[in-house]
Nanobody
Framework: QVQLVESGGGLVQPGGSLRLSCAAS????????MGWYRQAPGKQRELVAR???????NYADSVKGRFTISRDNTKSTMYLQMNTLKPEDTAVYYC?????????????WGQGTQVTVSS
């Protein structure tokens, strides 16, 4: 059974920082793409950042220059360093992992972690 465990969310003041982690475990196969998405109340889930197996990142325009995505393939773990946080970054953040196993592709989601930016 595959599990994605997210951690690092919480309440932070505007301008502050948080670091999210997403650890994958179980028979997940070969991970080739990882990403962070977020969903604010009343809004659709949106891409925040993705990172390829070769560690090439891609960011939403709204977080460029403030967020940094990274991964540790030896630990099947992904991180999201969030700096200069704004109230509009408030959302539930979800990690997503795409992998292949025995010739099939899989798409896994974490349970979500709440990030609240407020004074």
């Amino acid at each position: 059974q595959v599990q994605l465990v997210e951690s690092g969310g919480g309440l932070v003041q505007p301008g502050g920082s948080l670091r999210l982690s997403c650890a994958a475990s179980g028979s997940i196969g070969s991970i080739y793409d990882m990403g962070w998405y977020r969903q604010a109340p009343g809004k659709q889930r949106e891409l925040v950042a993705r990172i390829t197996s070769g560690s090439t990142p891609n960011y939403a325009d709204s977080v460029k220059g403030r967020f940094t995505i990274s991964r540790d393939n030896t630990k099947s773990t992904m991180y999201l360093q969030m700096n200069t946080l704004k109230p509009e970054d408030t959302a539930v953040y979800y990690c997503n992992v795409k992998s292949t196993n025995l010739g099939r592709s899989y798409d896994y989601w974490g349970q979500g972690t709440q990030v609240t930016v407020s004074s």
